[in-house]
């Protein structure tokens, strides 16, 4: 289990604390779902592939997985309020990097700017998760952790909201194929013109979290110590020990698929969306704001799910909540594969439902006897967050062919891969 401190403070020394951490869990909420609309926005922006686009979550993700482990082994030298502040500047950093990108005019800027975005995004979260499992009693860390991930879907509906309201409303309506039939001169205005309205949200958000910087630097935290006696805390003793724990071992590779899934699900649900509602008639941009108002939809049932999952653990073991939750995702992509339609819209919308529950469960379990390696661990399970950047663009490749049904096979696999893990921890 969970080490619990020598010098334990008292539980309403936790609930500031708590509460200020929690508020973090939005935050990187709401830049993983402004940017998964980002995809299509690029791709019009700059006359791109769907497979090109799709660098921008590779960008997005890779910067989880190249700080993740620098994050555990800053964390494990200093303390963990520290890795948070560190995470908040270099989000900050990040987000306003997008001013001179859009200057630029350049696609890849804008890729370098995600990239610092989200390796700030690695240190919250490698700061903040094993953080808020040692913010009480051993027995309920999973449940905790699942709460405060409950925050997560908040900001990702901020975020979403953002995405709908302030940059595909406000972008040019020209079509992707209207826009390949422009001179360069034309493409250009258009493009500046779009890429200004794409940046506003995020210097705004970069503001913010200079604010939230300054208010994490003033309040004091509790002092967690992870200490064993006999103990080593050495970097390759922990890598060793973790290593050996099955749990551990194969929650990375649990981790690794379900954010793939997720990903997958949540990126291409605008691309299915208005593939169907162009089907049915309506025009390009119509459909494309309709599928974004379903993504939203989506994320309402995940944040519901996800407090109504909590709440059920008091009865329900985890594990078990999460074996069948992937069965249903599983059955609900069937429909989307072979039914299509609108009832593959409205399946794959489903889907939100059930993966409300599963990163902080499989988080929970995979560090639940971990110990004195716990930021070492933590690190490896945000670096499993690589299938976000890995996978989507695996999916692109078959969309590109012409086959976007068909394409949520990846996400499919991905689910079969989390039913197994929770079939093996049950």
Known sequence: MLPSNNHKPQANSYLIPFLLITSCFALWGFANDITNP?????????????????????????????????????????????????????????????????????????????????????????????????????????????????????????????AMNFIQARMNPMSTAERATLDEASFEAIKSADLNVLVRPYATIGLVLVAIFVLVLLTKMPLIRREEEGVSRAFGPSVKRLFAN???????????????????????????????????????????????????????????????????????????????????????????????????????????????????????????EVNADAEIGSAGLIMAILGGSLLPPLQALIIDTGHLGASFVVPMFCFLVVLTYSLRNT
Request: hydrophobic share 55%; with cysteine.
């Open 38 to 162: 980002m995809v299509k926005s690029f791709s019009k922006i700059f006359r791109m592939s769907v497979t090109q686009g799709s660098l921008v979550q590779v960008a997005f993700y890779g910067g989880y997985f190249a700080m993740a482990l620098p994050a555990a082994l800053f964390i494990k030298r200093f303390t963990y309020k520290r890795g948070i502040l560190m995470g908040l500047g270099l989000y900050a950093i990040g987000a306003l990097l997008f001013l001179p990108a859009a200057k630029g005019g350049s696609y890849w800027p804008f890729l370098l700017a995600y990239f610092i975005l989200t390796c700030g995004l690695s240190f919250l979260e490698t700061s903040a998760n094993p953080f808020i499992l040692s913010m009480g009693e051993p027995e309920t860390a999973t449940r905790r952790l699942n709460l405060a991930q409950s925050f997560n879907p908040i900001g990702s509906l901020c975020g979403m909201w953002v």
């Open 246 to 368: 099955k749990a551990y071992r194969e929650g990375i590779v649990a981790q690794f698929f379900y954010v793939g899934a997720q990903i997958t699900c949540w990126t291409f649900i605008i691309q299915y969306g208005t593939k169907v509602f162009m089907a049915e008639g309506m025009a390009e941009q119509a459909a494309e704001i309709l599928s974004q108002r379903l993504n939203i939809v989506a994320m309402l049932l995940f944040c519901g799910s996800r407090f109504v999952c909590t709440w059920l653990m008091k009865w329900f073991r985890p594990s078990r909540m999460m074996a069948l939750l992937a069965s249903v995702a599983m059955a609900l992509l069937l429909v989307v594969i072979f039914v299509g339609g609108r009832a593959g819209v409205y399946s794959l919308v489903a889907v939100s439902a059930c993966m409300s529950l599963m990163f902080p469960t499989i988080y929970g379990i995979a560090l639940s």
